[in-house]
C-alpha cells in the first residue's frame, strides 16, 4: 500500500463515525450523481440471478459456501437466508418462509454513483464490484443501498458485497453459492442468451417473479420466484430462534432491520 492511500485511511478511521451521518443529499450537490460508464466484463453477456423460493430449504449452504469462498470476517454476509415465521391471519397456522438475500447488481445501481474514488462500478456484464485497491472505505455505498447489501470488511477496511463470484464466473465456474444449493434454488445465466437456463425461466414465469423494492426504480437484477407480496418492501419482524453475533459479542441483527 502506498504512503498516500496509508495515509488518507488514517484519516478516513478517524471519521468514519461522522461519515454515517453524512446525507447523501450532499452528495449530489457534490457533482458525483451520475452513473459512470461501465467498464470490464463481457458487454454481450448480462448476469442476473432467479431465486426459486419453492425449492429453497433454509440450509444456509449458500450463506457457508460464500464465506468460506470469499473469505468474509466473521458476523459479515454477502448473503444470507433469511427466515421468517409467517401467521395466517384467519386461522393462525405458522409456516416459515424463506428469503436469500444478496446484492441486487442493479441496471440503476445507486451505490455506484455516491463513491468518490469509483472504487464501486458496474461491469460490463451487469455485475457490481468493489476495486479494493482504489476504496477508501467511506461507506457512502454501503449507506446509498436500498437492500442492505453492503458492508465495510473490517479486515481490509473497504467496502464489501457480493459479486455474483465473478472471479469463478469469468473462468467458466458458477458462484459458490449457486453450486452449493442443494434445492438448486438458485440459478445464475446470462440474459442476453434466449437459451440460457435463466432466460428460459423467465419467460416461463414471467408473471410469477417478483424484485425486491421495485418502487426504488434500481432495475434489480436478482429475481425471485414464488415470493408473496408482503416480502417485497421491509416486512415487519421481530428476531426469533437465533441472531447473529460479532466476535465480541454485540448483535448484528441481520434480518432486515438493521443491517
Known amino acids: 500500500m502506498d504512503k498516500i492511500r496509508r495515509a488518507l485511511l488514517g484519516q478516513i478511521a478517524k471519521l468514519t463515525a461522522g461519515a454515517a451521518l453524512v446525507p447523501l443529499s450532499s452528495l449530489a450537490s457534490a457533482g458525483i450523481n451520475d452513473q459512470p460508464p461501465r467498464r470490464e466484463g463481457d458487454p454481450s453477456k448480462r448476469y442476473a440471478m432467479l431465486i426459486d423460493l419453492r425449492a429453497c430449504i ?14 468474509a470476517p466473521l458476523g459479515s454476509f454477502r448473503t444470507i437466508v433469511s427466515q421468517y415465521e409467517v401467521e395466517h391471519e384467519e386461522t393462525g397456522d405458522i409456516a416459515t418462509f424463506m428469503l436469500p438475500r444478496l446484492c441486487n447488481h442493479c441496471d440503476n445501481p445507486p451505490c455506484v454513483p455516491v463513491c468518490p474514488v ?3 462500478f458496474q461491469r460490463q456484464d451487469g455485475i457490481v464490484v468493489v476495486d479494493n485497491d482504489v476504496c477508501v472505505g467511506c461507506a457512502y455505498c454501503v ?5 442492505d447489501a453492503r458492508f465495510i ?12 463470484c465473478a472471479h469463478r464466473l469469468d473462468v467458466g465456474l458458477l458462484p459458490a453459492c449457486v453450486e452449493s444449493c442443494v434445492g438448486g434454488a438458485r440459478i445464475i445465466g ?63 441483527g441481520y434480518e432486515f432491520d438493521g443491517h
Open 58 to 71: 433454509g440450509c444456509q449452504a449458500c450463506t457457508v459456501s460464500c464465506h468460506i469462498e470469499n473469505e
Open 118 to 120: 469509483e472504487a464501486t
Open 143 to 147: 449507506q446509498a443501498c436500498p437492500y
Open 153 to 164: 470488511n473490517e479486515h481490509t477496511q473497504t467496502a464489501d458485497k457480493c459479486t455474483f
Open 190 to 252: 446470462d440474459l442476453n442468451d434466449p437459451d440460457s437456463q435463466i432466460s428460459r425461466m423467465m419467460k416461463e414465469h414471467y408473471e410469477d417473479l417478483m424484485v425486491l423494492k421495485p418502487e426504488m426504480g434500481t432495475s434489480p437484477h436478482v429475481f425471485y420466484l414464488g415470493m408473496e407480496e408482503r416480502f417485497m418492501s421491509r416486512p415487519q419482524a421481530k428476531p426469533a430462534i437465533w441472531d447473529v453475533r460479532t466476535q465480541e459479542g454485540e448483535e448484528i
